[in-house]
């Protein structure tokens, strides 16, 4: 079974705080992405990467950043967290390609005060 | 880039009744088209998809059309139930590009 976690099921940072929301795959999955999750607005891709070390931006890359230093590990970071960052964080990951199913985490809830 | 549109944004019906979720993308590389079903407070889970090469495909109560020249594909439920509750989004993408999802339907089958 395809396990993908991340760090925090809900988080309460302030404005200006750094955060960094991390995912973890266990099976061996070269591609791993991030979206948000707004109501009525669906899942937006902010970043994704397709090798270590490797990442491309996504539709609403602003105010984030990523780092993939490791196969199995993906985080996402918002440099000066602000109030309209505050939603929920989906963290996805998948074998080689898009078109194959994607394995969600959990979700990371973050509040932005 | 890929622009997916869905429609409705809620859906009500009633215990058996047939349920109809339909998405428009722009791009006409897209080649490859999934279904997204997500229960309140859990992940997406795939529950069907399909590649350009099919026009449609069926998984018991669930169905997936694909209209290639008009840029539009279809989600079928019959004989729902109220399981079937759920937001579904549906999902474009071509070759190593990553998905664009619609905004999601929420579905609420009434007992």
Same mark, same amino acid.
């Given at each position: 079974?395809v396990?993908?976690? $991340?760090?925090?099921?809900?988080?309460?940072?302030?404005?200006?705080?750094k955060?960094?929301?991390?995912?973890? $795959?266990?099976?061996?999955?070269e591609? %791993?992405?991030?979206?948000? $999750? !707004?109501p009525?607005?669906?899942?937006?891709?902010? #970043?994704?990467s397709y !090798?270590?070390?490797m990442?491309?931006?996504?539709?609403?890359p602003?105010? #984030? *950043?990523?780092?993939r230093?490791?196969k199995?590990?993906?985080?996402?970071?918002?440099?000066?967290? *602000?109030?309209?960052?505050? *939603? %929920?964080y989906?963290?996805a990951?998948t074998?080689?390609?898009?078109?194959?199913? $994607?394995y969600?985490?959990?979700?990371t809830r973050l509040?932005?005060? | 880039?890929e622009?997916?549109?869905?429609?409705?944004?809620?859906?009500?019906?009633?215990?058996?009744?047939?349920a109809?979720?339909?998405?428009?993308?722009?791009?006409s590389?897209s080649?490859?088209?999934?279904?997204?079903?997500q229960?309140l407070?859990?992940?997406?889970?795939?529950?069907?998809?399909?590649?350009?090469?099919?026009?449609?495909?069926?998984?018991?109560?669930?169905?997936?059309t694909?209209?290639?020249t008009?840029?539009?594909f279809s989600?079928?439920?019959t004989?729902?139930?109220?399981?079937?509750?759920?937001?579904?989004?549906?999902?474009?993408?071509?070759?190593?590009r990553?998905?664009?999802?619609?905004?999601?339907?929420?579905?609420?089958?009434?007992?």
């Amino acid at each position: 079974d395809v396990k993908v976690t $991340q760090s925090s099921r809900y988080l309460v940072k302030r404005t200006g705080e750094k955060v960094f929301l991390e995912c973890v $795959q266990d099976m061996d999955h070269e591609n %791993m992405f991030w979206y948000r $999750q !707004d109501p009525g607005l669906g899942l937006r891709l902010i #970043y994704f990467s397709y !090798d270590v070390k490797m990442k491309e931006k996504g539709d609403i890359p602003e105010g #984030y *950043s990523v780092s993939r230093e490791k196969k199995e590990r993906f985080s996402l970071i918002l440099e000066s967290a *602000s109030t309209n960052q505050t *939603s %929920m964080y989906l963290c996805a990951s998948t074998q080689g390609g898009s078109a194959y199913e $994607q394995y969600f985490g959990p979700g990371t809830r973050l509040t932005v005060t | 880039g890929e622009n997916v549109e869905q429609h409705p944004s809620t859906l009500s019906v009633q215990e058996g009744d047939s349920a109809v979720i339909k998405c428009t993308y722009s791009d006409s590389a897209s080649n490859y088209f999934p279904w997204y079903k997500q229960e309140l407070g859990k992940r997406p889970q795939l529950i069907i998809d399909i590649r350009s090469n099919v026009g449609e495909k069926k998984d018991q109560r669930i169905a997936v059309t694909l209209n290639k020249t008009a840029k539009h594909f279809s989600l079928h439920i019959t004989e729902t139930q109220p399981e079937d509750s759920a937001v579904y989004f549906c999902a474009a993408s071509m070759g190593r590009r990553a998905l664009t999802f619609g905004s999601g339907t929420r579905l609420q089958v009434q007992p």
